[in-house]
């Protein structure tokens, strides 16, 4: 069964810093480019950082730019995105998401990240 399962969210106050994790199961990630998305209450879901599958790359939302690391394990099949000096409105259910080259795209169910004083 092929899953991705977040872990690390939670409660904390502005300035704060979190680690969130995306541990997959059923398949390696090693081919597949992973992201970290974020959906907040009555918006869409935006993708904030981005990684490809060896690491060398990645990129940035201008929002979290600066205070967003993504980053990846793959011989633990896991992906991670340390969150520094966090903000109100970083407040959303963040998702992680593996893409293959071709059709392959998997989604997991997301960690809620709430920021408030």
């Known amino acids: 069964q092929v899953q991705l399962v977040e872990s690390g969210g939670g409660l904390v106050q502005p300035g704060g810093s979190l680690r969130l994790s995306c541990e997959a199961s059923?398949?390696?990630?090693?081919?597949?480019?992973m992201s970290w998305y974020r959906q907040a209450p009555g918006k869409g879901r935006e993708r904030v950082a981005r990684?490809?599958?060896?690491?060398?790359?990645?990129s940035y939302a201008d929002a979290v730019k600066g205070r967003f690391t993504i980053s990846r394990d793959n011989a633990k099949n896991t992906m991670y995105l340390q969150i520094d000096n966090l903000k109100p409105e970083d407040t959303a259910v963040y998702y992680c998401?593996?893409?293959?080259?071709?059709?392959?795209?998997?989604w997991g169910q997301g960690t809620q990240v709430t920021v408030s004083s």
């Open positions: 998401k593996a893409t293959a080259v071709l059709a392959a795209e998997y």
């Open positions: 059923g398949f390696r990630i090693s081919t597949y480019a």
């Open positions: 990684i490809t599958s060896t690491g060398t790359s990645t």
